[in-house]
């Protein structure tokens, strides 16, 4: 395989084509572009607002940073389809943008026990609005998800999307200073389940009108 970052496609060649006829291991790409990626943060840099980022079969020992409203499709959550492996003890997708989707992708990190492993996703910045996941889990890490302290977060939509056997599944921070404003509204949960998890399901410290439907959370607390 090209070890490029960058693959170009022939002209008579759909993406489906090269990705089914030739066994590239990895390989991503991005809607309307006819160039695969063998990396997916070269291919979240490459795309422009708006466009969707597909992710192929096979593991991904990547930390992401997402800056741009897009959406990222992987091959599917099970062990054996798209995995992002989270190297050392950095973020396996940090999202800074609103407007971001992910989908049928899962996260992974070796062993929870290990405080010093890092985050599955963590949505950063002071206004963040319109994020969607579905089809995703994050297993093995810290926390699998962590909303920054000093971060608003409106609408926020999770579909079929699983937090199990982390440390935490939902960090939900604020700021210690008692001025802060940061909250997170508007959050609509369905069909997702917080379960296993060594300390805490879901740690909340500034959510509010969520809903929580068809979901669930054992073996740990939920406390906000």
């Known amino acids: 395989m090209c070890s490029s970052d960058l693959i170009d496609a022939a002209s008579n060649y759909s993406i489906a084509t090269l990705l089914g006829g030739n066994g590239f291991s990895k ?9 695969l990626f063998t990396s997916i943060q070269s291919a979240i840099n490459a795309a422009a607002a708006g466009d969707i980022v597909t992710v192929s079969k096979g593991t991904y020992a990547e930390a992401l940073q997402i800056d741009k409203s897009l959406t990222l499709v992987g091959a599917g959550d099970s062990d054996v389809e798209g995995v992002i492996s989270i190297p050392g003890a950095d973020t396996g997708i940090t999202v800074t943008s609103s407007a971001v989707t992910l989908k049928d992708l899962r996260i992974v990190k070796g062993d929870a026990t290990d405080m010093d492993d890092g985050k599955g996703l963590e949505i950063i910045g002071s206004e963040i609005s319109d994020l ?6 994050i297993t093995g890490a810290t926390n699998g998800l962590r909303i920054g302290s000093g971060t608003s977060v409106d609408g926020f939509i999770v579909i079929d999307s699983h937090f199990d056997n982390n440390d935490i599944g939902w960090y939900i921070a604020k700021e210690s200073s008692s001025s802060s404003s940061a909250v997170v509204v508007n959050v609509e949960v369905s069909d997702s389940s917080f379960n296993n998890n060594l300390r805490k399901g879901l740690y909340t410290e500034k959510l ?3 809903m929580f439907d068809r979901s669930e959370e054992h073996t740990s607390e939920l406390q906000s």
């Not at 969607?132 to 889990?137: A, F």
Request: aromatic share 0%; no cysteine.
């Open 27 to 35: 390989a991503v790409s991005i809607s309307g572009v006819s160039k």
């Open 208 to 210: 509010g009108q969520a």
């Open 132 to 137: 969607e996941l579905n089809g995703v889990t």
